[in-house]
Nanobody, 122 residues
Framework: QVQLVESGGGLVQAGDSLRLSCVAS????????MGWFRQAPGKERELVAA???????YYSDSVKGRFTISRDNAKNTVYLQMNSLKSEDTAVYYC????????????????WGKGTLVTVSS
């Protein structure tokens, strides 16, 4: 069993930066792919960034060049550095864990955090 706890959300202005953190419980963190999904009101949950157990990364087109995902296996933590935030980045951001690699399909995720709200005002 893996428990995920996100932090770092908040209210910022367009153009600002924010860093999300997700701390995972358990001894096998390094073997899990980790990802950040987001869900805006009325929209489906979408994968914005992922990092595999081998540290390969994936970014959706909407955040590529602005967001950076990283992991610290010694701290059981995955980060999402978000720069040049836009109003359309407003959403609840969820940390996700899946054995090996997080796929874009939310139904395949093994574990979810409860989410952290990011609000970007224009």
């Amino acid at each position: 069993q893996v428990q995920l706890v996100e932090s770092g959300g908040g209210l910022v202005q367009a153009g600002d930066s924010l860093r999300l953190s997700c701390v995972a419980s358990g001894r096998t963190f390094s073997r899990y792919g980790m990802g950040w999904f987001r869900q805006a009101p009325g929209k489906e949950r979408e994968l914005v960034a992922a990092i595999s157990s081998a540290a390969g990364t994936y970014y959706s087109d909407s955040v590529k060049g602005r967001f950076t995902i990283s992991r610290d296996n010694a701290k059981n933590t995955v980060y999402l550095q978000m720069n040049s935030l836009k109003s359309e980045d407003t959403a609840v951001y969820y940390c996700a864990a899946e054995w090996g690699l997080v796929a874009p399909n939310p139904t395949a995720v093994d574990y979810w955090g409860k989410g952290t709200l990011v609000t970007v005002s224009s």
